[in-house]
């Protein structure tokens, strides 16, 4: 089961945290970018090769000390298909590693929709016959907000292929109550939807207790990461929002079980922009994201008992 996988990663590293690699051009080091603009020019094929040269070192440096990146769909999308194809090439690079990959694409449509998806980010793509991997990710970031038959296909490639999926549940957004806090009987939404996600992992369990269904819950709400560790207790978090956006490690600390698993933490622009806060010369860019990765990972497992498999 995929997330078998990635607390073996976590226990292997002693490390519960994931780098997000969403990378801006303006991110990236002026030196990367001036060699890929004087080879094609001002164009989405430099911006797109540049991207990759920073992914990979950054892979390189921190593979060994860190259990998994999340690349964001998002900021290779927009460099268009020249940005498609670094986000393949960065997900293949990084499990040649032994990364565990997921894709953070937050997908949601109808049943029919979610098969493509399905296929695309965790499955196989079928041609004429012939099964190929599109994507390739380990897990994929979804909105569960169209309810169960947006997420019955993702299930079935998760069975197929040991993949998993994320669902949002409580968003690190300013905004996320607006309509996750609001209350259904006397549940909230997010609760809610903690619930279904719970229901829909029986499916794909895995052996150290938590199923291949996770949940997203912003490291910015520590009581309401407490309260759905509490009430979800097979169900592993993804928690964004160290770092930039204002969470903290005594926070996340609480999307953590007695075993300091159940929960990986997320940075992105901390890890990634590094070496602008540290000020150092930018060619050392990989080396200050690997500092960051360390400080970060020491922070987070000083409020940590431990992370050991369960006994
Ligand atoms: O699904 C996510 O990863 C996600 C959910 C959420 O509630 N909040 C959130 O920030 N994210 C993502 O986590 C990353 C946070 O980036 P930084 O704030 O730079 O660390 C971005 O890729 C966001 O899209």
Redesign the pocket.
Known sequence: MSMDRLIENIVKTQNPSVV?L?PKLEYVPEFIKEKKFKKYDRTLKAAAKAILEFNKCIIDEIHDICPAI?P?A?YYEMYGYEGVKTLYKTIQYAKEKGMFVMT?G?RNDIGATMEAYAAAHLGLTDVGGEKIEAFGADAL?VNGYLGSDGINPLLEQCKLYDKGI?V?V????KS?GELQDLKIGDKTVYATMGDMCEKWGTEVMGKYGYSGVGA?V?ATYPEQLAEMRAALPHTFF?V??????GGGAEGVSKGFDKNGLGAIV?????V?CAYKKEECDEHDFAKAARREVIRMKEDIISYLPRIAFPE
Not at 170 to 173: A, D, I, L, R
Not at 240 to 245: E, F, L
């Open positions: 997000g969403d999340k964001q998002a953070d937050k970031t994320f949002l409580k968003t690190s957004n996320s997203v912003g993804l964004p929002g160290y770092g930039a956006q997320n940075s992105s622009r901390g990634m």
